[in-house]
């Protein structure tokens, strides 16, 4: 496979997509048009036209997965694809009610490139269970793409000590998902993406959080640890 799982899209005060180029046209080789799929927002013409003006500024073209009528025909004839972050589960959603997902499985299975950012990289993990999305919709089941055999944990946030909130970290509702679960988790910091090329799976970007790495790593009956560059032996499935 050739993906690339970018925990976010925009960097704060930064452009869409401005931290992750190099590693954006590194997976698209020597494609020239990309499909966008932009399910995880509502306004999908807005959200298409934000995604071409970005790529158009790298020479992509980019076409909307709505806008050329079917759009399972769309991805099956697609030289990459791009799935944009929104909320998840509204994004699996529309996906299965569209008869997407085995389209989108094809294309990756085939070595095409798969782009995703936040929702779109939730959604090549094996479920959507570790997403910090609210369920607006119900998707009917949370069984994603499975792309990867692990969880992602998109936007992952350290806890602050210095903060007075009292409410559950990111750490403890992903313990939680241990507590019921065996299937490890990956926790991209913002910044960060897995980069999936036939069997290595490498941890890039730069964590926006000063002193912290990239991602770590969840395991039931483990503590996290922190985890960059080559993990395939860690991810191993």
């Given amino acids: 496979m050739n993906l690339l799982l970018m925990s976010n899209s925009s960097n704060a005060g930064s452009g869409y997509l401005a931290h992750a180029w190099d590693a954006v046209r590194?997976?698209?080789?020597?494609?020239?048009r990309l499909v966008f799929v932009p399910y995880a927002l509502a306004d999908l013409d807005a959200y298409t036209a934000k995604a071409r003006e970005a790529f158009a500024a790298q020479g992509i073209a980019v076409a909307g997965a709505h806008e050329e009528g079917d759009p399972a025909a769309t991805i099956r004839g697609a030289e990459a694809v791009f799935v944009g972050g929104g909320n998840t589960f509204r994004l699996l959603k529309r996906v299965r009610d569209l008869g997407l997902s085995e389209p989108l499985r094809a294309h990756a299975a085939a070595g095409r490139p798969y782009l995703g950012a936040s929702a779109g990289t939730n959604l090549a993990a094996l479920t959507?269970?570790?997403?910090?999305?609210?369920?607006?919709?119900?998707?009917?089941?949370?069984?994603a793409l499975g792309l990867v055999p692990f969880q992602i944990n998109a936007h992952y946030l350290d806890a602050d000590p210095s903060s007075t909130h009292a409410g559950e970290t990111r750490a403890q509702r992903l313990a939680e998902f241990?507590?019921?679960?065996?299937?490890?988790?990956?926790?991209?910091?913002?910044?960060?993406?897995l980069r999936v090329l036939g069997e290595r799976?490498?941890?890039?970007?730069?964590?926006v959080t000063p002193g912290r790495g990239p991602a770590l790593l969840f395991r039931r009956g483990a503590a996290p640890v922190e985890v960059e560059g080559d993990v395939t032996a860690l991810l191993a499935g």
């Avoid at 241990?178 to 993406?193: F, I, K, M, Q, Y």
């Fill in 201 to 207: 799976r490498t941890i890039g970007g730069q964590a």
């Fill in 128 to 143: 959507i269970r570790t997403t910090n999305d609210m369920p607006i919709v119900e998707p009917g089941g949370f069984d």
């Fill in 26 to 32: 590194e997976a698209l080789g020597e494609a020239a």
């Fill in 178 to 193: 241990h507590e019921e679960n065996d299937t490890p988790v990956l926790a991209l910091r913002e910044g960060a993406w």
